[in-house]
């Protein structure tokens, strides 16, 4: 453990640095999804998939402290966005509910996958998932 630390004041700084390294590769990733030629419901269920296996608990409880990584705000205002983007794709697909914003989408996905345990194909996820389609879209909501 020792030999671990030495890298890091503490810690909280050894935390900090697996939370930033978490937001370096999946905005990176979000936009990977966004290129690829499939609906953009899709793209956005790729990066619910993705963003569950990451530790994004972590990231949350971090960012929300006074004296984050300089990193981690920087890193979560990418993500969103482009969540943000791919959710209003989504909703001129007529695949994501109009009546709420995208970026109120992005804050119901961070729910979704920014808590321990959080799972693609957990209950919390797949009801907010089927809450966020449109009835015709809701069909294929489960990841």
Known sequence: ??????????RRGLLEEIAAGTLRTLP?????????????WDALLACVRCGADLPLA???????GAEAHPELGPLVRDLDATLEDLAAGAQREGAVRGDITPREVVELLSVAVCRPGARPDDA?????????ATRVASRGART
Not at 28 to 40: C, I, Q, T, Y
Not at 124 to 132: F, H, K, R, S
Request: charged fraction near 30%; avoid cysteine.
């Open 1 to 10: 453990m020792r030999t671990l630390y030495r890298h890091f004041p503490d």
């Open 28 to 40: 990176e990733a979000a936009r990977d999804h966004a290129a690829r030629p499939v609906s953009r």
């Open 58 to 64: 972590l990231v949350k409880s971090l960012s929300d």
């Open 124 to 132: 919390l996820t797949t009801v907010i998932l089927d809450g966020l």
